[in-house]
């Protein structure tokens, strides 16, 4: 966790609502935690470069990107259908047919 973590600016906070829109319940918390780590990680770095530590999250707010486009690029990732499975083994079984199947006997033409 960073120096800074409970720390939280209404704009941290609403940063992160608007970034995680469209995503329920253990999703979204997921992903506002995540988002909030790197944030907050970025934010404690640009702080010890020098700058004051509201100033540094604002800029870490910005270098993120805008929210809304984080969270379509959110909702990409966490609702995306998985691919399918196939099963292993071997493909269709084909039944074979039984001996003289589909092979009719037609009886000779009396002349």
Not at 4 to 27: F, M
Not at 38 to 46: F, G, I, K, P, V
Request: proline fraction near 9%.
């Amino acid at each position: 966790m960073t120096a800074h973590a409970g720390v939280h600016s209404a704009a941290l906070t609403r940063y992160l609502r608007l970034a995680t829109l469209g995503l329920l319940g253990e999703q979204r918390q997921a992903a506002q935690d995540e988002l909030e780590e790197h944030l907050l990680t970025r934010a404690d770095h640009l702080h010890a470069f020098g700058l004051p530590y509201d100033q540094a999250l604002s800029q870490a707010l910005r270098d993120m990107g805008s929210p809304l486009l984080v969270s379509a690029g959110m909702l990409r990732v966490h609702t995306m259908p998985k691919p399918c499975q196939r099963p292993r083994g071997p493909g269709p079984q084909r039944h074979a047919a039984a001996p003289g199947a589909g092979h009719h006997r037609v009886p000779p033409r009396a002349a």
